[in-house]
């Protein structure tokens, strides 16, 4: 197993402390990953004080993950030891319904696993990015620039395609009037998105 130091709350009613677990070993199919940065995504507020639904505890939230990778599994064609990637909220689906079959993995209602507060295939819960590093089957693994800001990149990850994904559905560009309502975490992304895609974006 791959030993791993974090930060957890062991249930509803504590806060996080520093907390030492274990990983699953790098699988054939899986990255290692030396986290460097996580974003502080409100989400991981409401699932570890149960807001949503009863959490896996102990457990370490973190869905904006930026790190290097440290090691890769023997099939693993996609990533090298020492890039760049990125972890967001899922790291595994069921990979064989319709949502699945056309990269809506995020859409999966047979099986998905999120990246923390689940249960993985393999029986155990997984752990979040609040912490040291991460093993990650390469399919939920993404690729990160050299030319971009590290730990900038880091809310890209949850609320970054948050906004992009409406603000792009909906072709907004040159020509739009973009109105955000509440400028928390996902909010000043859309301003940001927005202004680069050209819209207007009164302040
Ligand atoms: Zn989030
Ligand atoms: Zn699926």
Redesign the pocket.
């Known amino acids: 197993m791959i030993q791993t130091k974090g930060y957890a709350a062991q249930s509803a009613e504590t806060d996080l402390a520093p907390w030492n677990f274990e990983r699953r070993e790098v699988g054939p199919h899986d990255v290692l990953i030396d986290i460097k940065y996580c974003g502080v995504c409100h989400s991981d507020l409401h699932n570890i004080k149960n807001d949503w639904f009863p959490g896996v505890f102990p457990m370490v939230p973190g869905h904006e993950i930026v790190g290097i990778v440290s090691a890769t599994g023997a099939h693993v064609s996609n990533f090298k030891v020492g890039e760049r990637v990125g972890v967001g909220v899922l790291v595994d ?5 319709d ?2 079959n056309h990269g809506l ?1 995020q859409a ?5 696993v999120l990246t923390y507060n689940s249960i993985g295939h393999d029986g155990a819960p997984t752990y979040g990015g609040y912490s040291n590093n991460i093993v990650v089957d390469e399919r939920f693994v993404l690729h990160v620039s050299d030319k971009l800001d590290f730990a900038a990149v880091a809310p890209l990850l949850c609320a970054g395609i948050t906004t992009y994904s409406p603000l792009r559905n909906w072709k907004i560009g040159k020509g739009h009037k973009l109105a955000v309502v509440g400028l928390g975490g996902l909010g000043h992304m859309a301003v940001k998105f927005g202004v680069a895609f050209g819209a207007e974006v009164p302040s």
Do not use: K, L, V, Y
Not at 93 to 97: G, M
């Open positions: 689906s069921c990979r064989h319904c949502e699945c993995e999966c209602m047979i099986s998905p």
